[in-house]
């Protein structure tokens, strides 16, 4: 049995063209993005779940979207995927308001909140949470973000 599938291997080996290579190589490549890309989102989930419960809001939905993917230069002039995610979210009020969370590479850069302002303007107001450089999910579930 095992020699049959052997066989088999070699015979495609022989017979597959150098297109049939590349594709196979895109395929593998896409495959490992997506598997990273779903690291990412559940780090993302996990940090977002923390913060409401801290907060004391409801987490609209329990999910959070690809908002922007694009590259971006990290403060070491390196080139880096920036992601970022959108969720929402209800007060104590019962409003409904929109966060942001954006990660450079695999690291945390920022965690935007909205706040609806007493005069009904919005502002965006960022946490003290993790520097540039700190991996996403070493953030603890403490009172506050490592600085």
């Not at 989930?45 to 908002?67: G, M, N, P, Q, Y």
């Amino acid at each position: 049995m095992i020699r049959q599938f052997m066989e088999l291997g070699n015979s495609f080996c022989r017979g597959a063209r150098m297109d049939d290579w590349y594709g196979l190589f895109l395929l593998m490549a896409l495959a490992l993005f997506w598997y990273l890309a779903m690291g990412a989102r559940e780090q993302v989930l996990d940090l977002v779940r923390r913060t409401c419960a801290e907060l004391a809001v409801h987490w609209l939905d329990e999910s959070v979207s690809l908002a922007s993917l694009k590259l971006q230069r990290d403060g070491n002039g390196r080139w880096r995927l920036r992601r970022i995610y959108g969720f929402r979210y209800l007060d104590a009020n019962s409003r409904i308001l929109e966060g942001e969370v954006i990660l450079l590479g695999a690291r945390l850069h920022a965690l935007l909140l909205d706040a609806a302002g007493v005069d009904g303007s919005s502002m965006v107001f960022e946490l003290p949470q993790a520097k540039e450089g700190v991996p996403c999910a070493s953030c603890s579930g403490g009172k506050r973000f490592p600085g």
